[in-house]
């Protein structure tokens, strides 16, 4: 129902600045997800959208229209809070008819509006009752509730679930998905500092770090294809291993050789000029394979095995100071400590950082 | 009397109802002169900007009033009285200084209002620690805290007649009916008039501010010794200290602030004290104090505002040490936060 | 807590005994006039109060009947009566007819008066003189000690309140002291809220001005405001000292304390609350009504009382704008008036302090909770 576009927007107390120019275009009916660690501005960028904070310099357009200087009721958005923020001296009711009753609407249509939301989100039975009686799932719903009623153009999440025990917040994620599907012309976004979250609900996702966006992408490209190293380490759990390597020979696919083993050709292009350049080389833990051939990528020493169940993380320590590498394998494959283990992984599967942190274009992605 | 209770009526719902309807109609002027509601785009954005940019000072705008009048302008103008003549008329220098320091009224007054400053706050703040101390580790502590508690809420002029009573005096043949002197006799010892027995009468006085102040002392430094986290005494247990060593190295040093504030809490009021001694003794027997004869000054013989305004920047003079600290702290807190 | 580290040090009934020994000594002056503001106004001023429950011992003088009543019984003449009305509760212990000696007998035994004359006198004032001769002239003058049981009465009561002027000084209190406690609320929580919640220039430093007013002595305001108060009489023609002038005072005086309470507890409210009202479209006025009010009653509640105890109270600022008249004196300047005029009477005293004393003791004791909680929030940050 509405796009959104964020031109330059920077957010700045006094001297200090928390965002440094913010470009930004949400298309109407997405489910947006900004993610990054705390303090990287993520909440502030959502908060300066609902119009609770102003924007130092850039433009901010809801709908087509500049909405830099009007006030968050005026917007069309609705915000559901990490502490939901209900009202604690109000029932469920008049939590949810509160915004109608402040715009004077008519009875009939705050309470047709109100029970319509209430259905939605099962909370018919609970309507008179006040918040604290109320489970914290329950209290989750009815901020959901009080956004729903408010018919917003655009919904607004601020880590949501981080108050719910992890249980809660595997169904509450759910429910989420499932209300999205049900509003598929509301433009939904979302903030968490979790990438479960960010991976299973966004359409795109948003990586901002120290107030700059790293990445926008839908969770799969962000996965396969990460920009740069911040992305590529964010993305994914256990983090992606990345170890130096240098350019060897540069083109359309790239030759490397990585500190301490051999060399591998990666399908990515590389500009001639890079050649020798001190890189980063990256690899899933999960894309690693044991292999018992003489092409292997890593020969190490199995130092620690993490036992999950369905996984186990092998930490394989590769005869160098430094951070062990990560493998990821079935729970039930054999590993040993103190043994020699050869790892390697498809050519798919590996990435390279320039100098900079940036990773290389791969040729499939560019025009995208 | 009916007419009084009524008219009493009237004139309470007429001062409460003023003051609301200012708030109310205040910001439905303001909602009507910039109207957001029923309005659309520009304008109706416009208003409400407008709107958040006045509103905050018709929120202020009756404290500050008050304030101004009643704190403010007072502070200014008895500064400049107090270089004026009896009757605010004529510049007179710092001639009501002068005179201050060469009264003996005066001297007695400051003299006494030290004594004061260094009994009363000292006495109250060590009984509310060791009542607190006490009280904390009994079951009955809560009754008990209330009753010691219970003197906060008489008035000063109430508890000069209650310590009246006890210090009543009669002639030594007669039964003694005031509790301190029925004591004495008990002893063996002469009946004495307490509150004209020079010097110690102060003290006697000071008692009944130490029975009212004390609970409040006692209130607020309980509350600070329940806030002083179990673990550091826990610790202290497991380290080896004993009971003594636990309460004066661990947990006073951890309610140092608190027992600060109580500490200047009470030395001001200490400073204000005026209904105590007017209604016990109105300054005789050598105890004066500054703000019953600043009081005195006011009306004796008509009124000299010079000097009561004089007494009264001595009083305030005493008060800009804690004033400043005060205000250091709290800006403190605000950038801490 | 403590009492985990100091079990060893004190003794377990040394600390019942000391705290039993404070809470003595700090409710003992209370009760004293509570106790004697129910007495007989003649028992107070022969016996302390704390020997009202035991009755009090007095020392009386009395006459017998004259000869008239004198009858002639085996040979002797005798005068018989009683020395009390009858119905009378007290009990003679002991008499005597000199009064050098007044409690010469015991009550019951009989005393030789000399010449043959005798006298008994029983514990219920029935006595029985006896002598060989015909009595003449007046009745035998009889001293005795009396024991009064304890009289309790409200008398007292009656007394001050309808004919002390006590009454009406109750009303006046009330007069005062309601809108002088509603007002400032009202005008400390929309200006707390602003302090606390909205963004204006000069917030930082108007809340700096309020801290510091926070110690301001009273005795600045009086002179200025005096001379204020007369000057604007003068000007409009209408009294000087009127309930309109004191409630602001008070307010006045009661402002930078309420501001700073309220504003330390508004200012705590959570933001997402606020922030969550003003995306569903509320004014900072619908906010204040509709979020804030509500959710700040604890401390409104603590406010009120604080300031319901410091206006009852006082007897300054009731001294100083308003008037002596009988339609305008206050509890405690009413009190102090009687200090000077009834200073020995002490049932006066004693039930008018009570009477003075009681409201705030109800208040004090009902709403405790909120008053501690005032007090904490009030001083451990402030002073």
Redesign the interface.
């Known amino acids: 129902m509405a796009d959104l576009h964020l031109k330059g927007v920077r957010k700045a107390y006094g001297a200090v600045e928390i965002l440094h120019g913010i470009d930004l275009d949400i298309r109407s009916g997405e489910f947006i997800v900004f993610v990054g660690p705390s303090g990287c501005g993520k909440s502030t960028l959502l908060r300066t959208i609902?119009?609770?904070e102003d924007i130092s310099s850039g433009t901010l357009e809801i709908d087509g229209q500049e909405v830099n200087?009007?006030?968050?009721?005026?917007r069309g958005?609705?915000?559901v809070?990490?502490?939901?923020?209900?009202?604690?001296?109000m029932s469920v009711y008049d939590n949810m008819a509160?915004?109608m009753k402040?715009?004077?609407a008519s009875k009939d249509e705050i309470d047709r509006r109100v029970r319509n939301a209430a259905e939605i989100l099962q909370l018919t039975e609970y309507l008179d009752r006040l918040p604290r009686a109320l489970s914290g799932g329950q209290r989750q719903r009815v901020a959901i509730g009080?956004a729903i009623v408010?018919d917003p153009k655009v919904f607004l999440f601020d880590e949501p679930l981080s108050n719910l025990d992890a249980a809660l917040r595997v169904a509450t994620r759910i429910e989420i998905a499932k209300l999205k599907e049900s509003m598929p012309q509301t433009t939904m976004i979302y903030v968490t500092h979790d990438q479960v979250e960010a991976m299973t609900l966004a359409d795109r996702i948003v990586v901002l770090k120290d107030g700059y966006i790293e990445q926008v992408g839908s969770p799969m490209e962000l996965y396969r294809h990460p920009g740069n190293l911040f992305v590529a380490q964010f993305i994914g759990s256990p983090a992606m291993n990345i170890v130096p390597a240098t350019i060897e020979q540069a083109g359309p696919a790239t030759m490397v050789s990585i500190a301490g083993h051999g060399g591998v050709t990666v399908p990515v292009a590389t500009p001639a000029a890079s050649r020798g350049a001190e890189i980063s080389f990256g690899v899933r833990p999960e894309d690693l394979v044991v292999t018992s051939g003489e092409d292997f990528l890593f020969e190490g020493t199995i130092g620690y095995v993490e036992q999950l169940g369905e996984v186990q993380l092998v930490y394989v320590e590769l005869g160098r100071d430094g951070v062990p590498l990560v493998a990821k394998m079935p729970g039930s494959a054999e590993v040993k400590r103190r043994s020699t283990i050869r790892l390697t992984a498809a050519p798919e599967d590996l990435h390279i950082f320039g100098p900079d942190g940036r990773a290389f274009a791969r040729a499939r992605v560019e025009g995208t | 009397m009916a007419t009084q209770i009524i008219s009493a009526i009237i004139v309470i719902i007429v001062g409460v109802g003023g003051c609301v309807a200012y708030f109310w109609g205040a910001n439905r002027l303001l909602e009507l002169v910039f109207p957001a509601r029923g309005t659309s785009g520009k304008t109706a954005i416009d208003n409400l900007r407008r709107q958040g940019f006045i509103r905050p000072w018709l929120f202020v705008g009756p404290a500050l009033l008050i304030l101004g009048v009643y704190l403010i302008y007072p502070v200014v103008e008895t500064l400049r009285l107090s270089f004026l003549d009896r009757g605010g008329q004529n510049f007179v220098g710092f001639d009501n200084y002068l005179w201050a320091i060469g009264d003996r009224e005066f001297r007695i007054s400051i003299l006494n209002n030290l004594l004061w400053l260094a009994v009363v706050p000292a006495v109250c703040t060590f009984l509310g620690l060791v009542i607190a101390v006490l009280t904390d580790r009994i079951w009955w502590g809560t009754i008990a805290k209330s009753l010691v508690f219970m003197p906060l809420a008489i008035s000063f002029v109430g508890a000069s007649v209650i310590w009246k009573f006890i210090y009543e005096y009669r002639a030594a043949d007669q039964t003694q009916i005031g509790l301190l002197n029925a004591f004495v006799t008990w002893l063996g010892f002469e009946p004495q008039v307490w509150i004209s027995i020079p010097f110690w009468n102060n003290l006697f006085l000071m008692v009944i501010l130490v029975w009212i102040q004390t609970g409040f002392a006692m209130v607020i430094l309980s509350a600070a010794l329940r806030g002083i986290p179990d673990e550091t005494i826990e610790a202290a247990v497991i380290d080896g200290a004993n009971g003594f060593q636990i309460f004066w190295k661990i947990m006073i040093p951890q309610i140092w602030g608190t027992i600060a504030v109580v500490w200047t809490t009470i030395t001001i009021l200490v400073l204000k004290v005026f209904d105590i001694v007017l209604t016990m003794t109105n300054g005789q027997w050598n105890t004066q104090v500054l703000a019953n004869l600043m009081f005195d000054w006011m009306f004796r013989g008509g009124g000299d505002f010079g000097r009561g305004a004089t007494i009264a920047i001595v009083i305030m003079m005493a008060v800009i040490p804690i004033m400043i600290w005060n205000i250091r702290q709290a800006n403190r807190e605000a950038d801490g936060g | 807590m403590a009492a985990k580290a100091g079990r060893s040090f004190f003794g377990r009934w040394g600390v019942h005994l000391a705290v039993l020994a404070i809470v003595i000594v700090w409710t003992l002056p209370t009760m004293g006039i509570l106790v004697s503001s129910l007495r007989d106004r003649d028992q107070i001023i022969v016996s302390g109060w704390w020997t009202a429950l035991a009755g009090s011992e007095q020392t009386e003088a009395g006459r017998l009947a004259g000869p008239d009543a004198q009858i002639e019984r085996d040979g002797r003449f005798v005068i018989e009566g009683l020395l009390f009305e009858e119905g009378d509760p007290r009990r003679i212990s002991a008499f005597g007819t000199r009064a050098t000696a007044p409690t010469a007998t015991e009550a019951g035994v009989e005393a030789d008066l000399g010449d043959g004359v005798t006298l008994t006198v029983e514990a219920d004032s029935r006595y029985v003189m006896t002598s060989p001769v015909a009595f003449e002239g007046r009745g035998q003058r009889v001293y005795f000690s009396a024991l009064s049981p304890p009289r309790f009465t409200t008398e007292n009561y009656e007394t001050v309140l309808l004919s002390e002027g006590i009454g009406r000084s109750f009303v006046n209190s009330l007069t005062v002291t309601i809108p002088a406690t509603i007002i400032p609320i009202l005008i400390a929580a929309f200006a707390a809220y602003a302090l606390a919640w909205m963004r204006f220039p000069g917030r930082a430093i108007l809340i700096a001005v309020i801290i510091g007013l926070l110690v301001v002595p009273l005795q600045m305001s009086l002179i200025p405001l005096l001379k204020l108060y007369n000057g604007v009489g003068a000007f409009f023609g209408v009294p000087a000292k009127t309930y309109l002038g004191i409630w602001l005072a008070h307010t006045g005086f009661g402002l930078p304390f309420a501001i700073f309470l309220l504003r330390s507890y508004i200012a705590g409210l959570p933001r997402e609350i606020m922030e969550s009202a003003r995306i569903d479209g509320a004014s900072d006025f619908d906010i204040f009504v509709r979020i804030v009010l509500p959710l700040s009653f604890p401390v409104l509640a603590s406010f009120a009382i604080f300031q319901f105890l410091w206006v009852w109270n006082d007897l300054l600022v009731a001294m100083v704008f308003l008037g002596t008249g009988r339609d305008q004196l206050v509890l405690t300047g009413k009190l102090n008036a009687l200090l000077g005029s009834r200073g020995g009477d002490w049932e006066i005293l004693t039930t008018s302090a009570f009477v003075t004393i009681i409201v705030p003791l109800i208040v004090f004791f009902s709403l405790q909770r909120y008053f501690v909680r005032g007090l904490l929030a009030g001083s451990v940050k402030g002073g």
């Open positions: 609902a119009g609770l200087d009007v006030p968050p009721s005026r958005i609705a915000m809070f990490q502490s939901y923020a209900l009202y604690p001296h509160f915004s402040i715009a004077r009080r408010r």
